[in-house]
C-alpha cells in the first residue's frame, strides 16, 4: 500500500513522530525451512493535531495480513474468553428494550469468541470475517460468518438484507482497518436509530503511559483515544455516549457510539476527554518525547539480554506475539539473545518468529527446560501466566520485562 502522508481520517497533514524502522509482518511466523525473502515495510508513525489520531505511515494491504494461515486466535487465552463471555452476557441482560428480534453485528469476530454468546441463544447475528482459518471456527460453533471485510458497500447490503443491526461490535479490529472512513459510512447506513457502535481496542493512553511501545505493527494502523474517535465518527452523525477503560491488550478503552441526540451521553465521556487532555494526548511533542523513551527502552532490553548470555544463562520468552516482533526488531534481539519462545498455539508452535527466526515451542516444554531468565513477551497476560507457573520464580527463575520499563518481575 502506497505511504500516506495525510491523515487517514480528517485528510490533514501528518508529522513524523517515531520512526521503527524495516519490520516484518508481526504475525509472519514462518517454517523454519522457508528461506523465501521475507516481507518487510517501513514501521513509521504519524500524528495530526487536527484529528488527533496516532497512525501509521506504511501498512502493508490488509489481504497480506488477515489471509487464510491468520495465526491470532482470540480463545487461546481463558482470561480473553472470560472477558468476552462476560461482556456479552451484561449485553444479553441489558436486551433491546422493545425490539423483539434484534439484529447483532459483529466486525472480526475471529473464531466467534464473542457472537458465540449470541448464537447459543438464537439471537439473529451476522460475523464479518475475511480470513478463512478464524472464519471456519467460528462457523464450526455454530456462528453465522459472512466471509469479507466490512466497508460502507456491506454495511449497506446488510441493512438491505437484514434491516438495521440494534448493535455493531468490534473487539480489537477496528484499530486495524485502514479506510476507517469506509467503516464509519458502513456503520451509519447499517445501525438503527437508537442502535449502538460498540468497540474496543489497545488505547493509546496506555501506551504512552507505559512504554508499550510493542502495541505498534502492522496491523495496529491506528491507536485511538477518545479525542480522536470523536473526531472520526462526528462527519458521520456518531457521538460518544460512552466510555470504559479495560485491562485487556495490557490497557483498552471500549468506546460506544450513538446518533447524535439519541442517547444521553455518560459523565464519563467528558471526563475522560478532559483526563486525555491533561495527557497532552492532543500535542505532537508528546509523541515525540514518547520516541525518546522507545529507543531507550529497547537498548535497555538489549542490555539486559546480552549481560544474561555473557554470563552463560540460557534465556526464554514467553508469547509469541505479534506485538514481540517490533521489539525484537528495534532492540535488534535474535536466536543469539533468546534460545526459543513457549506458545500454547497449535499453528504457531514448531514455527520461527518473523524477523529474528526464533523457534516457536509448545508452553509445556516450559517446565522441562525451566530456562534461567523469561523474557514476558506477552506481558499483558501476566496475571494469568504467572499464576500458572508459580513455581518459576520460587526456584529462581527471572521474568523479565519491559512495561513500564525493563527491570524484573
Ligand atoms: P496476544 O498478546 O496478542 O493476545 O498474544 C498472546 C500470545 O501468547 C498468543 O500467541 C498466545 C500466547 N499465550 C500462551 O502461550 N500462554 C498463555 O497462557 C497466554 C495467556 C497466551
Known sequence: MPDITNCRSSGTPLT???????????????????????????????????????????QPD???????????????????????????????????GSVADPFIVELGCNDGIWLRNFADRGIRHAGIEPAKGPGQAASDIGVRVIPE?????????????????????????????????????GVAALLSDDGLLVFEDPYLGDVIRLGSYDQIYDEHVFLFSALSVQSIFEDFGLELVDLESLATHGGSMRYSLGRRGRHQPSDRVASVLEAER????????????????????????????????AEGRSVAAYGATSKSTTIYTCAGITSEHIDYILD????????????AHIPVVAEAEFEL???????????????EILQRHPWYASQGGVWLTHVPDVHVL
Open 369 to 383: 527446560r525451566r530456562p534461567d531468565v523469561t523474557f514476558l513477551s506477552a506481558w499483558n497476560h501476566q496475571r
Open 62 to 96: 490488509p489481504a497480506m495480513m488477515f489471509h487464510d494461515d491468520y495465526a491470532f486466535r482470540s480463545s487461546t487465552s481463558g482470561a480473553m474468553r472470560a472477558h468476552f463471555q462476560a461482556h456479552a452476557e451484561r449485553v444479553i441482560e441489558l436486551g433491546w
Open 16 to 58: 513524523v513522530v517515531l520512526d521503527l524502522g524495516q519490520q516484518p509482518l508481526g504475525n509472519g511466523f514462518r517454517r523454519p525451512e522457508d528461506d523465501s525473502p521475507e516481507y518487510t515495510f517501513w514501521l513509521r508513525c504519524g500524528y495530526s493535531e487536527e484529528s488527533r489520531l496516532f497512525q501509521l505511515i506504511e
Open 149 to 185: 471485510f466490512f466497508s460502507a458497500e456491506l454495511g449497506a447490503r446488510l441493512a438491505a438484507e437484514h434491516g438495521p443491526a440494534e448493535l455493531i461490535y468490534a473487539a480489537n479490529v477496528m484499530c486495524h482497518i485502514p479506510d476507517i472512513r469506509g467503516v464509519a459510512q
Open 344 to 355: 500454547n498455539t497449535p499453528n504457531k508452535i514448531g514455527k520461527v518468529s518473523p524477523g
Open 278 to 309: 491533561a495527557q497532552a494526548l492532543d500535542r505532537t511533542a508528546t509523541f515525540l518525547a514518547f520516541a525518546e523513551r522507545v529507543r531507550n527502552s529497547a537498548a535497555a532490553l538489549r542490555t539486559a539480554l546480552t549481560e544474561a548470555r
